[in-house]
């Protein structure tokens, strides 16, 4: 049997459409690929991967903490809640000409995409036009830019779009019906309604979520299921496992297992076959072995750099390395390709 031949198989063998009678992905469709045998599932989502990025290249995205610590919210993943003893230390907005010193090192460094974090529930007036600020100068390096403010009122939307914002970051983290578990300062609509708002202002949407915070594998599926059912699902998709930060109420969850994340990141592939898939909190933990498998499954992006927010990760000379050793290539965008032109 070729290639070809063994291609049609497997999609014979997969219901061609397994959605609900309303045309989505239904949580058992994405189980069941979750549950597949991981070499077919590997072969199938490398399948996808091939037929919508055929050039194989990874994304690099640099990202930063422009404001950090002293947040309302509770995650009980993040560090950077005010709820939480950590250590980590509450610091206000940084200044333009610092900002400006990180992007241009991350673009030297061969990132193409800029992502600015700041830990706020949700930005007030004067926050989104000192952001609005921090977006114009990253643009004018030639960098696409992306936000992760917290919830965005419609109009906040708009502005940061006119300011030149090309993504914005706002994860759904897990299943509807395990995020109270997660955090009970704002609700899961709450982050549907913000993602409504970045759509509608015209801003590419960057939603994923976290793996390995206790829950349970429909609650992976039930995940999976939000986001490939966004329409349209999101152009990028950041996959993390969790990094579990001492003083945070997940501090001691037993940790995914490596080929349960490797299974994930194929079913985003194959349920968001367009989205850059991108392999981001707890690359540090996981080997390179585990991070070729995960670009063997469709992962097509990382975050890139040393730091990510307040927590670690591989430090750029690792990555370049890793990259080397699996003849992957990293993306290269130019100052004239079109915003939120992520394939
Ligand atoms: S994840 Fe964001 S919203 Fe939640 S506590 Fe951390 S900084 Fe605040």
């Known amino acids: 049997m ?4 063994l291609q049609q198989t497997i999609t014979l063998h997969r219901p061609a459409k397994p959605v609900t009678p309303q045309g989505l992905w239904s949580v058992e469709a994405i189980q069941s690929l979750l549950d597949k045998p991981l070499m077919d599932l590997l072969f199938e989502a490398q399948t996808v991967h091939r037929q919508h990025f055929p050039e194989g290249d990874i994304e690099l995205a640099t990202l930063l903490s422009v404001k950090t610590g002293g947040c309302p919210e509770n995650c009980g993943y993040c560090p950077q809640s005010a709820e939480f003893d950590t250590g980590v230390k509450a610091q206000k907005l940084m ?9 241009q090192a991350a673009k030297e460094a061969g990132a193409t995409r800029f992502c600015m974090g700041a830990a706020w529930r949700a930005p007030k007036d004067r926050d989104v036009e000192k952001v609005a600020v921090l977006i114009e100068a990253v643009k004018g390096l030639g960098m696409q830019t992306c936000a992760t403010l917290g919830m965005l009122e419609p109009h906040h939307a708009h502005q940061l779009k006119a300011a030149g914002l090309d993504y914005y970051n706002h994860n759904l983290d897990t299943a509807p019906e395990y995020y109270t578990d997660i955090v009970d300062t704002r609700s899961y609509q709450d982050r549907l309604d913000t993602l409504a708002n970045v759509r509608s202002a ?15 594998p429909v609650h992976r599926a039930g995940l999976i299921a939000q986001l490939a059912n966004l329409n349209p699902y999101p152009e990028s998709v950041p996959i993390n496992s969790l990094v579990r930060v001492p003083g ?16 994930i990141i194929a079913v985003s592939r194959i349920t968001m076959p367009t989205a850059r898939v991108r392999l981001s909190a707890g690359r540090q933990q996981m080997g390179d072995a585990v991070q070729a498998l995960c670009f063997m499954a469709g992962a097509n992006s990382i975050f890139y750099g040393d730091k990510l927010l307040v ?14 050793k699996l003849g992957l290539q990293s993306r290269r965008t130019t100052a004239t390709e079109e915003a939120g032109a992520c394939a």
């Open 95 to 103: 200044e333009v000409d610092e900002v400006l010193r990180a992007a």
């Open 311 to 324: 927590t670690g990760n591989p430090d750029v000379e690792a990555d370049v390395q890793l990259l080397r």
């Open 2 to 5: 070729g290639a070809n031949d």
């Open 202 to 216: 015209g801003i590419s949407v960057c939603c994923g979520g976290i793996v390995g915070m206790g829950e349970q």
């Open 248 to 263: 945070t109420p997940l501090a001691d969850s037993e940790p995914v297992d490596p080929f349960d994340f490797v299974r």
